[in-house]
């Protein structure tokens, strides 16, 4: 069920969400990514709308969970975009 909910997301909020899960802030992301500030903030509020997520807290104990949970065969596919 919580691989369908991360199915929803795009390309470009997938990648905002892995760097979320490796703890970088929205001016790390955006300079990784080459956007801008605001347009990361934006894309983690659509992430948090489309997974049903309160807060980037909530949101941080998610991945973590999703990430001991991925399959043990096919790491390549899981989480990376």
């Given at each position: 069920m919580a691989a369908k909910k991360i199915m929803k997301l795009s390309p470009r909020e997938?990648?905002?969400?892995?760097?979320?899960?490796?703890?970088?802030?929205?001016?790390?992301?955006?300079?990784?990514?080459n956007l801008s500030p605001k347009t990361v903030s934006t894309y983690k509020q659509r992430i948090l709308q489309k997974l049903k997520i309160e807060s980037e807290w909530d949101l941080a104990v998610y991945v973590s969970k999703?990430?001991?949970?991925?399959p043990k065969k096919d790491k390549s596919k899981w989480l990376s975009f």
């Amino acid at each position: 069920m919580a691989a369908k909910k991360i199915m929803k997301l795009s390309p470009r909020e997938s990648q905002v969400l892995l760097k979320m899960k490796d703890g970088l802030m929205n001016k790390q992301i955006a300079y990784d990514l080459n956007l801008s500030p605001k347009t990361v903030s934006t894309y983690k509020q659509r992430i948090l709308q489309k997974l049903k997520i309160e807060s980037e807290w909530d949101l941080a104990v998610y991945v973590s969970k999703l990430e001991s949970m991925k399959p043990k065969k096919d790491k390549s596919k899981w989480l990376s975009f």
